[in-house]
C-alpha cells in the first residue's frame, strides 16, 4: 500500500475528501483508502508524534467509513443548503415557519425530496437521514408522521392561500391553464374518472394553476373538481388571487358574451378561434418585428369595445399552405381557407403594443412546462393517496418543490445557460459538497473545480464557508 501525494490524487478523490484536513491517500491494486493524520505531543520524548487513524475506502459514490474510524457522520449539504437558501432568499421559507409552526420541517423534507430525489411516502426516512437535514432537525421521520402533517396541511385551505398571497404580487401578467393529476387512489371525492394519455381509464383530480409572466415563476394552485366548468375556475382564480392581474389564456371561451364577462372580473388575453366572424382578415398588415428570428406582419383594431391584434407569421404561412395544397390534392377536405394560413388573432379590452400582446401570449408554454415538471420531474403525477386531505396536503407540499425548481432554473436563464445546464444538474453536483462529522469536529468537504465554476456562473460563489 503505498501513500500518494495529493497533486496525484484523482479527481474524482479530491471531490470526496478534498476539503477535509490533515488527509493521507493510500492507494493499493486500483483501490484507494483514506487515513486523517494527527499530531499528539510525547512528553518522554518532548516533541510531536503523528497519529494516525483509518477513517474507510473512497469510492466514486463517497467515503465508505470504517467501524474503527471516528467518523460519525457524512451528509449531502450543498443541495440542501442551496434550496435552503433560495427558500429564504424568497421569503417562502418564513411565510412556512409563521404559517405552520409545528409543520413546516416536514412540509420543508417533503418538498425537497421531490425536487432532488422524489420517493414514495414510505421509503422517504431512507432519503432524509442521509441529507443534511437530519442533522439539522435531529428527529426520524416515520410514513405516518409524513402523512399527518400533509393531512394537517390538506386540512385547511386558508392556510396554503396565505402561502400564495405571500409570494403573490399586484399586477402580475398571470398565465392560467389547468391540467390533471391521474391517480390509482380509492375513496378520494376529489378523483373522478378520465382516460390519460394512453387511454388508460384511471380516476384523476383537475389542478389550476398561475403563473407570473414576469417573474417567471409559478405562484399559485388549486385542486378543483371535474365536474366543475372551466370559466368557473376563472371566478375561483380571481376570489382567490384579486383581481390586479392580466390573464393569459389559451383558446377555449370563444363567445362574445364569455369575453364580456370575462372582461369585468379581470383584464385577460386569448386568441380567438380562426373561423370568428370578429376577425377582419381585409385589415392590411403594414408592419412587422421579429420573434425568435421570424418576422411577424400584424395589424391592430377595434371590435366594439374590444382590441384584435392580428399576426402573420411568414414562415408558418408558407409550411401551412403547403400542407393544405398537398392535402387537397389527395382528394381529403380541409376546413381551411388560405387566408387564415399563418394566422393568429388575440383579443383583449386592453390597448397594448402589438409586439408586447404577442410576446406575452407565447409566453403560454411557461405553464404547460410547469405542468410537465411538476407532473413528471416531481413525480407527483398518479400518487397513491387515499384522504382528500393527505392528497391536497402531498400537492401542495409538491408545489412547494415546483417553485424551488424554478427558483433555480430562474437563475440558469438570467446567467444564459439553461440551455447547456439543467436544474437537475445543479442539485447533482452541489449533491458532492458534504459535511462531515469526525469525533467532535465539523467540517464541509471541498468544492470540486466543477462546482465552484458552477455557483460562479449562477453568482452564488459564496453560498457557503469551509466552515457552513
Same mark, same amino acid.
Given at each position: 500500500?503505498?501513500?500518494?501525494?495529493?497533486? &496525484?490524487?484523482?479527481?474524482? #478523490?479530491? /471531490?470526496? $475528501? *478534498?476539503?477535509?484536513? %490533515?488527509?493521507?491517500? =493510500?492507494?493499493?491494486?486500483?483501490?484507494?483508502?483514506?487515513?486523517?493524520?494527527?499530531?499528539?505531543?510525547?512528553?518522554?520524548?518532548?516533541?510531536?508524534?503523528?497519529?494516525?487513524?483509518?477513517?474507510?475506502?473512497?469510492?466514486?459514490?463517497?467515503?465508505?467509513?470504517?467501524?474503527?474510524?471516528?467518523?460519525?457522520?457524512?451528509?449531502?449539504?450543498?443541495?440542501?443548503?442551496?434550496?435552503?437558501?433560495?427558500?429564504?432568499?424568497?421569503?417562502?421559507?418564513?411565510?412556512?415557519?409563521?404559517?405552520?409552526?409545528?409543520?413546516?420541517?416536514?412540509?420543508?423534507?417533503?418538498?425537497?425530496?421531490?425536487?432532488?430525489?422524489?420517493?414514495?411516502?414510505?421509503?422517504?426516512?431512507?432519503?432524509?437521514?442521509?441529507?443534511?437535514?437530519?442533522?439539522?432537525?435531529?428527529?426520524?421521520?416515520?410514513? &405516518?408522521?409524513?402523512?399527518? #402533517?400533509? /393531512?394537517? $396541511? *390538506?386540512?385547511?385551505? %386558508?392556510?396554503?392561500? =396565505?402561502?400564495?398571497?405571500?409570494?403573490?404580487?399586484?399586477?402580475?401578467?398571470?398565465?392560467?391553464?389547468?391540467?390533471?393529476?391521474?391517480?390509482?387512489?380509492?375513496?378520494?371525492?376529489?378523483?373522478?374518472?378520465?382516460?390519460?394519455?394512453?387511454?388508460?381509464?384511471?380516476?384523476?383530480?383537475?389542478?389550476?394553476?398561475?403563473?407570473?409572466?414576469?417573474?417567471?415563476?409559478?405562484?399559485?394552485?388549486?385542486?378543483?373538481?371535474?365536474?366543475?366548468?372551466?370559466?368557473?375556475?376563472?371566478?375561483?382564480?380571481?376570489?382567490?388571487?384579486?383581481?390586479?392581474?392580466?390573464?393569459?389564456?389559451?383558446?377555449?371561451?370563444?363567445?362574445?358574451?364569455?369575453?364580456?364577462?370575462?372582461?369585468?372580473?379581470?383584464?385577460?388575453?386569448?386568441?380567438?378561434?380562426?373561423?370568428?366572424?370578429?376577425?377582419?382578415?381585409?385589415?392590411?398588415?403594414?408592419?412587422?418585428?421579429?420573434?425568435?428570428?421570424?418576422?411577424?406582419?400584424?395589424?391592430?383594431?377595434?371590435?366594439?369595445?374590444?382590441?384584435?391584434?392580428?399576426?402573420?407569421?411568414?414562415?408558418?404561412?408558407?409550411?401551412?399552405?403547403?400542407?393544405?395544397?398537398?392535402?387537397?390534392?389527395?382528394?381529403?377536405?380541409?376546413?381551411?381557407?388560405?387566408?387564415?394560413?399563418?394566422?393568429?388573432?388575440?383579443?383583449?379590452?386592453?390597448?397594448?403594443?402589438?409586439?408586447?400582446?404577442?410576446?406575452?401570449?407565447?409566453?403560454?408554454?411557461?405553464?404547460?412546462?410547469?405542468?410537465?415538471?411538476?407532473?413528471?420531474?416531481?413525480?407527483?403525477?398518479?400518487?397513491?393517496?387515499?384522504?382528500?386531505?393527505?392528497?391536497?396536503?402531498?400537492?401542495?407540499?409538491?408545489?412547494?418543490?415546483?417553485?424551488?425548481?424554478?427558483?433555480?432554473?430562474?437563475?440558469?436563464?438570467?446567467?444564459?445557460?439553461?440551455?447547456?445546464?439543467?436544474?437537475?444538474?445543479?442539485?447533482?453536483?452541489?449533491?458532492?459538497?458534504?459535511?462531515?462529522?469526525?469525533?467532535?469536529?465539523?467540517?464541509?468537504?471541498?468544492?470540486?473545480?466543477?462546482?465552484?465554476?458552477?455557483?460562479?456562473?449562477?453568482?452564488?460563489?459564496?453560498?457557503?464557508?469551509?466552515?457552513?
Amino acid at each position: 500500500m503505498n501513500t500518494i501525494g495529493r497533486d &496525484k490524487w484523482p479527481d474524482w #478523490v479530491k /471531490e470526496v $475528501v *478534498g476539503g477535509m484536513k %490533515n488527509i493521507e491517500i =493510500k492507494e493499493n491494486n486500483g483501490k484507494y483508502y483514506c487515513y486523517q493524520s494527527t499530531s499528539i505531543w510525547n512528553k518522554e520524548k518532548k516533541k510531536p508524534e503523528k497519529d494516525s487513524k483509518y477513517l474507510g475506502s473512497v469510492t466514486l459514490q463517497g467515503l465508505l467509513p470504517s467501524h474503527e474510524a471516528n467518523l460519525k457522520g457524512i451528509y449531502e449539504y450543498g443541495n440542501i443548503m442551496l434550496l435552503w437558501h433560495l427558500l429564504d432568499k424568497n421569503g417562502i421559507l418564513k411565510s412556512l415557519q409563521e404559517i405552520y409552526p409545528d409543520d413546516w420541517k416536514i412540509i420543508l423534507i417533503f418538498s425537497m425530496n421531490r425536487i432532488i430525489d422524489p420517493r414514495p411516502i414510505k421509503s422517504m426516512n431512507s432519503w432524509y437521514e442521509k441529507t443534511y437535514l437530519a442533522k439539522k432537525f435531529g428527529f426520524s421521520i416515520t410514513p &405516518k408522521k409524513i402523512s399527518k #402533517v400533509l /393531512e394537517t $396541511v *390538506g386540512t385547511n385551505w %386558508n392556510s396554503m392561500e =396565505k402561502v400564495f398571497d405571500s409570494i403573490r404580487e399586484d399586477n402580475e401578467r398571470i398565465i392560467y391553464d389547468r391540467s390533471v393529476i391521474f391517480s390509482s387512489s380509492k375513496n378520494n371525492p376529489l378523483l373522478e374518472i378520465g382516460h390519460n394519455k394512453e387511454h388508460l381509464l384511471l380516476t384523476k383530480a383537475n389542478i389550476v394553476m398561475a403563473f407570473s409572466h414576469e417573474r417567471f415563476l409559478p405562484i399559485f394552485f388549486r385542486v378543483i373538481p371535474g365536474s366543475i366548468h372551466e370559466i368557473k375556475t376563472i371566478d375561483i382564480l380571481i376570489e382567490e388571487i384579486g383581481e390586479n392581474i392580466i390573464l393569459v389564456m389559451d383558446k377555449g371561451f370563444t363567445s362574445k358574451d364569455t369575453f364580456e364577462k370575462i372582461s369585468k372580473k379581470a383584464k385577460f388575453i386569448m386568441p380567438l378561434k380562426r373561423d370568428s366572424t370578429m376577425i377582419n382578415y381585409s385589415v392590411k398588415m403594414d408592419s412587422f418585428f421579429i420573434y425568435h428570428d421570424r418576422p411577424i406582419k400584424y395589424s391592430k383594431y377595434n371590435y366594439n369595445s374590444f382590441f384584435l391584434y392580428t399576426y402573420e407569421d411568414l414562415s408558418l404561412k408558407i409550411e401551412e399552405e403547403s400542407t393544405y395544397f398537398k392535402l387537397i390534392s389527395q382528394g381529403k377536405k380541409v376546413d381551411f381557407r388560405e387566408e387564415w394560413a399563418g394566422k393568429i388573432t388575440l383579443i383583449s379590452r386592453m390597448e397594448m403594443e402589438p409586439k408586447d400582446a404577442y410576446e406575452m401570449w407565447k409566453s403560454r408554454d411557461q405553464i404547460e412546462k410547469a405542468f410537465d415538471i411538476f407532473q413528471n420531474h416531481l413525480d407527483v403525477d398518479r400518487p397513491y393517496v387515499q384522504r382528500q386531505e393527505v392528497f391536497q396536503g402531498y400537492l401542495f407540499s409538491s408545489f412547494i418543490g415546483l417553485i424551488c425548481y424554478y427558483l433555480i432554473l430562474k437563475i440558469l436563464k438570467n446567467a444564459k445557460v439553461n440551455d447547456k445546464i439543467s436544474v437537475s444538474d445543479v442539485l447533482l453536483e452541489v449533491s458532492k459538497v458534504y459535511l462531515l462529522e469526525i469525533g467532535k469536529t465539523e467540517m464541509i468537504s471541498e468544492r470540486s473545480k466543477k462546482v465552484r465554476k458552477l455557483l460562479k456562473c449562477m453568482e452564488l460563489e459564496n453560498l457557503w464557508t469551509k466552515n457552513g
